[in-house]
């Protein structure tokens, strides 16, 4: 079973500056997945970065980077230049498991507030 | 592309009555999912869906919920009879398929208030 951890409820950032979101994770699977999605009000669930885990490169999307630290099961998305629209909850997730090794299991998420 | 589509985008029911909602996942895409998220909480999965057949419904409460894709393509959440406890935004989502390197595609989601 994998469980997914984030520990800021609440994050403000101002416009044009950068903000990092934090998330741990726990997983017994060796091939395994990382993602960051966005939802804005509407509650549809927008992926915005996704990590291999057997690559150690970190991800990086525009304005979206990741800093993945395998062995310490640390997964935290940045985002840089932040925009207006970057306003909305952030969910880290894993997925893996034999058998339903896409299955999404999600943290509680990160309300990103963007302030001017 | 189309997305994934659904139906209703919101619902009000009482308690003990039944709804039910639809999805339409991306063409050509085998793996569909239903997600259940509780205001304040992440997606938690009900059910996984292979082309027509189950892989996982672990999760999904089996006294009250249903759902099924007869012909691999749409898919139906039923709930019967709904609790106040079932309310919260129903996601569907679907993919290529289910391994672990495909990204999942969500819908809008469909709004459920049970009173």
């Known amino acids: 079973a994998q469980t997914v951890t984030q520990s800021q409820p609440e994050m403000s950032v101002q416009e044009a500056e950068t903000v990092t979101l934090s998330c741990t994770y726990d997983t017994s699977e060796s091939d395994y997945y990382l993602f960051w999605y966005k939802q804005p009000p509407s509650r549809q669930m927008i992926l915005v970065i996704r990590?291999?885990?057997?690559?150690?490169q970190n991800a990086t999307e525009n304005r979206f980077s990741v800093n993945f630290q395998k062995a310490a099961k640390s997964f935290s998305l940045k985002i840089s230049d932040s925009q207006l629209g970057d306003a909305a909850m952030y969910f880290c997730?894993?997925?893996?498991?034999?058998?339903?090794?896409?299955?999404?299991?999600f943290g509680t998420g990160t309300r990103l507030q963007v302030t001017l | 592309e189309a997305g994934v589509a659904q139906s209703p985008r919101y619902k009000i029911i009482e308690k003990r009555q039944s709804v039910a909602f639809w999805c339409n996942p991306i063409s050509g895409h085998a793996t569909l999912y239903w997600y259940q998220q509780i205001l304040g909480q992440g997606p938690k999965l009900l059910i996984q869906?292979?082309?027509?057949?189950?892989?996982?419904d672990s999760q999904l409460p089996k006294d009250r919920f249903s759902a099924e894709r007869l012909k691999g393509v749409d898919s139906t959440l039923k709930i019967q009879p709904a609790k106040l406890e079932d309310s919260a935004v129903y996601l569907c989502a679907s993919s290529l398929f289910g391994s672990s390197g495909n990204t999942i595609y969500f819908g809008e989601g469909s709004w459920l208030t049970v009173v």
């Open positions: 997730a894993t997925n893996g498991g034999s058998g339903t090794a896409s299955k999404l299991t």
């Open positions: 990590q291999e885990a057997y690559k150690q």
């Open positions: 869906f292979q082309n027509n057949g189950v892989v996982d």
